[in-house]
């Protein structure tokens, strides 16, 4: 699994992330900052149902789980 910074603006998108070497360091809790996935073969992440589902706790909860982290 990889870290996929949020670089563009649909978070549901995979091409609006990109791939970085390490866990990035993001601030606050109220937006994505990066996503934890399994890479497609063209560097993009796979966003799965339950990535999807994650991301969407993690937004409501306003708190960083285990494959998403948020910013402000």
């Given at each position: 699994m990889n870290?996929?910074?949020f670089t563009g603006s649909n978070p549901t998108d995979p091409a609006h992330y990109?791939?970085?070497a390490s866990q990035p360091?993001?601030?606050g809790s109220c937006l994505i900052c990066a996503i934890?996935?399994?890479d497609d073969g063209?560097?993009?992440p796979v966003i799965s149902v339950s990535l999807?589902?994650?991301m969407i706790l993690a937004l409501s909860n306003k708190t960083n789980s285990a494959n998403v982290m948020l910013k402000d």
């Open positions: 870290w996929y910074l990109t791939r970085v360091n993001c601030i934890r996935a399994s063209n560097g993009n999807l589902q994650e």
